[in-house]
């Protein structure tokens, strides 16, 4: 008898010659050859990859590692079968080799014969050996998984098995309780205070009873526990089990036996479990269902038994779940499933064990577990579209400055001139686009909103100035008057606000109505039914709110709206990701979102903002605080430092601060923009202004090439940019010594406007 069709054999042989003859011999014989290794070290490297059943292994090997010190650390690593394939047949390799138990001793020069025969017994042997294992890990498995107490001991009375409620139970370790006596490790008392006799294996077939278990600790609590025998396949009696569990209320003994157990042994084992569980012949009907069964389905054992397992499951179980189930039936072998119990609202995982012709099913509710899961998944999706967006953002966005900083340019430069239209199309589609990037960098990790000081009516006005209105939708804006200014990140806002009117006019294909309404919500709103112990309490923070009167969203979908690509408008080409980023931009401000939808009434999305204790700080030297009008300045040109690894972003940079008469000198990599600053502070002409990239790929970038000014000159004025505005730099610029931060991408403008403010609050004056 061969095993052929399933085996995978690794070859690690040293003679080349050798291994490929064997691989040969053994490929025409059917089986899989998966590699051919001359060293232990390259067998050990690939084990993974290879996952072999069996190895032939020779005993001197190329490399430092021999045979048999490769084979035990093969074994160590995974059931493997070892063959010793060798000339080596003095009594100390035997004796070493013997310690790895190998499957057989083939000693060369051997014929083909010879090594077909010593491969069909060992691998014969190996999963005769691996189907056992597998039986007793089944057993095992089952009486692990019980929430009721499990002791199996031998003839002798020695523990040989504790499951984890048990040792909870008796305060024992379990690893520590196997080996012990019985009677020193479950140590019961009547209720007399008198010993209780643990049945001998022999009569262990008692009715459940009520005694006091004396815990290591010495506690004593009342259980209630059973004894059956446990025999092998040939019905010879191998010890006895004992199962039990807390009882509710101390009771007297109980004498009565259960009726009708004597064709299944094993339910007299788990009568008493408290978790549901059934027992199925070959044709799927309940033989036996536990009290927590029927109390799961709502019926009575009368009306349990003789039904079909897949009459009493939701009705699309038997296409999920019967040819899973129908498999391990027919090979006798376990199986786990999970499956939702829709009227209940549960999720169950079913564990099924060969049990007499059918299967025993352990039935466990795993709800918590499965939504614990669901939301590691969706932080994990997050991350990983963090990391995607990460990926590719800084090029992207050095390119889009590029584009927008040229198209800007080009526009300045003819405005006096002539007027194009396509320019200022150009300039909308770069910008659209940075706005798709945002969108993704929303979710990059390790980053928080650039803020500064503004007020979100104005940022609500301004939106809908440049907002293009769907057809047939009535467009309401509320804005309570006297809101203070509150620390955001005004693109993220209006990136989060567009995208909740979008949502709310795809709502309503055939036209309606959107409130935007943004308030300083009070307690009664913020937290309806609740009590608070101010009465004039009020919530520190903003609020705005998106209302539509449209379709409403379904009750099973309201779960997965915020979860990325989740999207009930395919047909529209939607992404889903829309609330996922509108949800991730309320958390980077210490805010939340909340949904509350009814069908057919419509859709009011909530975006609750705190206010910033530290925002009095937020852009103090940023983009919102600029000169509207150039101060009195002196003949000397100011001098910049540039360090910007692009060469295309660099040329803009320097093309538009030179074009409006500062002095500007270029460098690609930090170290060469310190060498340049010290040698200007060591002639006496030190720079007045420094920006700096924060990323340069394979060189010092401007966090370092920052620590490294800061130490020639405590005083140095710097800006940090970047096309990473998710990192954390950017957020808190004076962190790292940066007196501002300039996101790319940007217009040429704006880097005039900042340098300006900058260079003025140092005290620099220069002529328009």
């Given at each position: 008898m061969t095993?052929?069709?399933?085996?995978?054999?690794?070859?690690?042989?040293?003679?080349?010659?050798?291994?490929?003859?064997m691989a040969t011999t053994l490929g025409k014989l059917g089986y899989v050859v998966v590699a051919i290794c001359a060293s232990g070290e390259e067998a050990l490297e690939r084990h993974e990859e290879f996952r072999p059943d069996?190895?032939?292994?020779?005993?001197?090997?190329?490399?430092?590692?021999?045979?048999?010190?490769?084979?035990?650390?093969?074994?160590?690593?995974?059931?493997?079968?070892?063959?010793?394939?060798?000339?080596?047949?003095?009594?100390?390799?035997?004796?070493?080799?013997?310690?790895?138990?190998?499957?057989?001793?083939?000693?060369?020069?051997?014929?083909?014969?010879?090594?077909?025969?010593?491969?069909?017994?060992?691998?014969?042997?190996?999963?005769?050996?691996?189907?056992?294992?597998?039986?007793?890990?089944?057993?095992?498995?089952?009486?692990?998984?019980?929430?009721?107490?499990?002791?199996?001991a031998d003839l002798s009375g020695g523990v040989v098995f504790m499951n984890p409620s048990a040792a909870r139970a008796t305060g024992w370790n379990a690893q520590e309780a196997v080996g012990r006596s019985l009677n020193e490790v479950f140590r019961i008392y009547q209720s007399t205070g008198e010993p209780a006799e643990i049945l001998s294996a022999e009569n262990a077939t008692q009715a459940e009873r009520t005694v006091y278990l004396t815990t290591l600790a010495g506690e004593r609590v009342p259980i209630q526990d059973r004894t059956a025998p446990l025999r092998d396949g040939q019905g010879h009696l191998t010890g006895l089990i004992i199962l039990f569990r807390a009882a509710a209320v101390p009771a007297p003994l109980e004498t009565a036996s259960i009726p009708n157990r004597s064709t299944a042994p094993l339910v007299d084992v788990v009568e008493s479990i408290s978790d549901p569980l059934f027992a199925l012949?070959?044709?799927?009907?309940?033989?036996?269902?536990?009290?927590?069964?029927?109390?799961?389905?709502?019926?009575?054992?009368?009306?349990?038994?003789?039904?079909?397992?897949?009459?009493?499951?939701?009705?699309?179980?038997?296409?999920?779940?019967?040819?899973?189930?129908?498999?391990?039936?027919?090979h006798r072998e376990t199986v786990n499933r999970e499956l939702y119990l829709d009227e209940k609202q549960l999720w169950l995982e079913l564990r099924g064990y060969p049990f007499a012709e059918g299967l025993l099913l352990l039935v466990q509710d795993v709800t918590a577990r499965r939504e614990e899961a669901e939301r590691r998944n969706r932080i994990d999706r997050l991350e990983s579209l963090g990391l995607l967006a990460r990926g590719f953002a800084h090029d992207f966005n050095n390119l889009l400055t590029v584009l927008l900083g040229n198209i800007s340019l080009a526009?300045?430069?003819?405005?006096?001139?002539?007027?194009?239209?396509?320019?200022?199309?150009?300039?909308?589609?770069?910008?659209?686009?940075?706005?798709?990037?945002?969108?993704?960098?929303?979710?990059?990790?390790?980053?928080?909103?650039?803020?500064?000081?503004?007020?979100?009516?104005?940022?609500?006005?301004?939106?809908?100035?440049?907002?293009?209105?769907?057809?047939?939708?009535?467009y309401r804006i509320e804005v309570q008057p006297g809101l203070p200014q509150i620390a955001i990140d005004g693109a993220q806002v209006r990136r989060l606000l567009s995208n909740l009117i979008r949502n709310a006019e795809q709502a309503q294909p055939d036209g309606g109505e959107i409130t935007v309404r943004c308030f300083a919500p009070d307690h009664a709103e913020m937290f309806p039914g609740e009590m608070v112990t101010d009465t004039n309490f009020q919530p520190s923070g903003l609020a705005i709110e998106v209302a539509d009167a449209g379709e409403g969203i379904q009750t099973e979908h309201l779960s997965h709206i915020f979860e990325p690509y989740f999207s009930t408008r395919k047909a529209d080409n939607a992404t889903g990701l829309g609330l996922t980023v509108c949800e991730s931009i309320a958390k980077?401000?210490?805010?939340?979102?909340?949904?509350?939808?009814?069908?057919?009434?419509?859709?009011?999305?909530?975006?609750?903002?705190?206010?910033?204790?530290?925002?009095?700080?937020?852009?103090?030297?940023?983009?919102?605080?600029?000169?509207?009008?150039?101060?009195?300045?002196?003949?000397?040109?100011?001098?910049?430092?540039?360090?910007?690894?692009?060469?295309?972003?660099?040329?803009?940079?320097?093309?538009?601060?030179?074009?409006?008469?500062?002095?500007?000198?270029?460098?690609?990599?930090?170290?060469?923009?310190?060498?340049?600053?010290?040698?200007?502070?060591?002639?006496?002409?030190?720079?007045?202004?420094?920006?700096?990239?924060?990323?340069?790929p394979n060189g010092m970038g401007g966090v370092r090439a920052m620590e490294k000014l800061r130490a020639i000159d405590p005083d140095v004025f710097a800006i940090v940019s970047s096309g990473y505005s998710d990192d954390p730099v950017m957020a808190n610029p004076g962190a790292y010594g940066f007196a501002a931060v300039l996101p790319k991408p940007y217009e040429p403008a704006d880097m005039l406007r900042l340098v300006r403010n900058i260079l003025a609050t140092r005290g620099i004056r220069r002529e328009s």
């Open positions: 095993n052929s069709d399933r085996i995978r054999i690794l070859i690690v042989e040293n003679e080349g010659l050798v291994g490929c003859d069996l190895v032939l292994m020779d005993v001197h090997l190329a490399g430092q590692l021999d045979g048999i010190e490769t084979a035990r650390e093969l074994q160590r690593r995974s059931p493997v079968a070892i063959v010793y394939v060798t000339a080596c047949a003095d009594l100390d390799t035997v004796a070493r080799a013997r310690q790895t138990h190998p499957h057989g001793y083939l000693l060369k020069p051997f014929n083909h014969d010879e090594l077909r025969l010593a491969v069909e017994v060992a691998a014969q042997r190996h999963f005769e050996e691996t189907e056992r294992q597998r039986r007793e890990h089944s057993y095992f498995e089952a009486f692990q998984s019980l929430a009721d107490g499990v002791i199996a012949d070959a044709r799927w009907r309940v033989t036996y269902a536990n009290a927590s069964a029927l109390r799961l389905f709502d019926r009575n054992l009368q009306n349990m038994l003789g039904l079909s397992l897949w009459d009493i499951m939701p009705s699309a179980t038997r296409e999920l779940h019967h040819e899973a189930f129908a498999h391990a039936m027919l526009e300045m430069r003819l405005r006096n001139a002539i007027t194009l239209p396509e320019l200022h199309t150009a300039k909308q589609a770069t910008l659209q686009a940075q706005n798709l990037v945002q969108q993704l960098l929303t979710f990059a990790r390790g980053g928080a909103p650039i803020k500064t000081q503004l007020r979100l009516g104005d940022l609500i006005e301004t939106f809908f100035t440049h907002h293009s209105r769907a057809n047939r939708v009535e980077a401000h210490g805010g939340s979102l909340t949904v509350s939808s009814e069908q057919g009434k419509g859709t009011t999305v909530r975006f609750y903002l705190p206010l910033d204790s530290d925002g009095e700080d937020a852009d103090a030297f940023g983009l919102s605080k600029v000169f509207d009008a150039p101060p009195e300045l002196n003949a000397v040109n100011p001098r910049i430092l540039v360090l910007e690894d692009d060469p295309l972003v660099r040329s803009l940079i320097v093309r538009n601060l030179t074009g409006n008469g500062f002095d500007v000198v270029e460098s690609s990599e930090g170290s060469e923009t310190v060498r340049m600053y010290q040698e200007s502070v060591t002639q006496g002409r030190a720079f007045d202004l420094v920006i700096l990239d924060l990323s340069i």
